[in-house]
Structures are given as C-alpha cells and as structure tokens.
C-alpha cells in the first residue's frame, strides 16, 4: 500500500494507519530528514527478523538505529549520557544526525552486538516523528540503499513503492527523499568522533 501523508500537517488518520500498520507487526517504508528508510516496531522480534532479511543479513550483523520522537526517549534505551554529549544532541536534534550511544538492558538482546552500543536518531520530519510518538516507542530502523552503481539512494517514492510493494506492508510517501544519509558520530569513547560525513556539518562544533 502507497498512503500519501503531508509533512506539513500530517493527517492524524494516516500516521494511526502507520503505528498501526508497525504495532501489527508490519514492516514500513517511510521518509526521514535524509534518506527514505525501512523500519519495524522496536519489540516485534518477527519483524526485526525480517527486516534484516530485506536488508541480506543475519540481526545481529545489522546496524539498525533506533529513531525516537525526541530526547526524552534515550534514558530508556541508553546507559547515562555525559553532559558534553548530551548538549550536543540538544543542538543538533532534531535534525540529520545518528549518534553511537552505550546500550542499556533495555534494548532488546536479540539485536545487541558484542559491544553494547545503540544508533539513536531523532529526525527533523514531522511524518516520521508523529510516527514514533503515536506507536509509544522507537523504530527499529535501517536505510533503503539503491541497487544501482551510480545512485546510492532511491529518492522518489514511487520508484521505491514499486521495488517494494511485495516486500513490505506499507510505503509512506512523504515527497521525494534526500540523498544523501546522516552524519553517524560516535560517542562511546573519550572523543566524539565523526563515523561518517553525511548531511549534518558538525566539524565546526567538535573543534576545541
């Protein structure tokens, strides 16, 4: 099913029709600040389990993040953040960004890799927060890379309907996506450090 939702104002209507659609145990394709995605309800191991199967690995090999509604969510799912990092994500989040956190016991043992680290990201997208927020937990989440050489990522949400119409439950289509993913900082050492260069500039910001 394509369901065409407004970022603007998103119909209250649709975005239930998408919670639900997660809490059923379905899997999405939705539009993120950066690059559409794939996700599933964070609790549902079935469709954790299939969703790494979209994506050709076992879970446990799958870097997954977690995408939250807004920063009240972390304490639940992360180990204490320190008070440098935590100004940072109060910067920058909402906004293009997936940042490398230490893992409590609360995320799931079925998708903790050896080292217990969690990606969490709070998108500036009003559809996929509104998501988040109706569901009552994070998306298990993952990005739709493209199978050509030269177009990493499929921005037009139909192209992508059509590729996965058979695959998934339910393709959002939010406008066309960007193309380019998040910047990925990890904050697990000592030092913030840029994992990947993606949309968000950040440089600026770790010099000292």
């Known amino acids: 099913m394509l369901l065409k939702i407004y970022e603007e104002n998103p119909s209250s209507r649709h975005i239930k029709k998408a919670a639900d659609t997660l809490r059923e145990g379905g899997i999405i394709i939705y539009p993120t600040d ?27 090999e799958a870097r997954f993040s977690f995408i939250c509604h807004d920063l009240s969510q972390l304490s639940d799912y992360t180990k204490p953040i320190p008070n440098e990092v935590f100004r940072l994500m109060r910067q920058l989040l909402p906004g293009p960004y997936t940042f490398i956190l230490e893992a409590n016991n609360n995320v799931p043992k079925s998708i903790q890799r050896k080292r217990k680290q969690v990606g969490i990201r709070v998108p500036d997208n009003n559809i996929t927060r509104a998501i988040v927020e109706m569901l009552g937990n994070p998306i298990m989440s993952t990005s739709i890379h ?22 998934v439950d339910l393709v959002i289509d939010g406008g066309y996506g960007d193309n380019q993913p998040s910047t990925v900082l990890d904050c697990t050492g000592g030092d913030i450090v840029v994992m990947r260069q993606g949309k968000g500039l950040v440089d600026h910001l770790l010099q000292k």
Do not use: H, S, W
């Open 34 to 60: 950066t690059i559409y995605a794939l996700g599933c309800d964070l609790y549902n191991l079935k469709a954790i389990d299939q969703l790494a199967m979209l994506k050709g690995m076992r879970k446990e």
């Open 146 to 167: 493209d199978t050509d050489e030269i177009i990493e990522y499929t921005t037009d949400p139909e192209l992508i309907y059509e590729k996965f119409r058979d695959q």
